[in-house]
């Protein structure tokens, strides 16, 4: 999807790869926001890090629609679970 189809303060899923393990990827939930460092751009904000849209994320607009992609691509869903 193109990021003209989504709007500020859209809670989005993405398909994200783990930068230092190529073949490990995971769904994340991120927001869509105002781009900080390009105006009139939109951005994805997850982990604390702004990301640009680009080819290099799959984004969905349901978390379902992503771990189905994510099926797909990888087999089954790893959920990673957070104990603060």
Do not use: C, W
């Not at 702004?50 to 290099?56: D, I, R, T, V």
């Not at 994510?70 to 869903?77: D, N, S």
């Amino acid at each position: 999807m193109l990021n003209q189809d989504f709007r500020p303060g859209e809670v989005v899923y993405i398909i994200i790869r783990n930068p230092h393990a190529q073949d490990v990827a995971q769904v994340q939930q991120a927001a869509v926001v105002e781009n900080p460092e390009k105006p009139n751009e939109l951005a994805l904000f997850a982990h604390e890090n702004y990301y640009p849209f680009s080819e290099e994320f799959a984004v969905f607009k349901t978390e379902e629609e992503a771990e189905s992609a994510y099926k797909e691509a990888f087999g089954t869903v790893e959920i990673e679970e957070f104990y603060g």
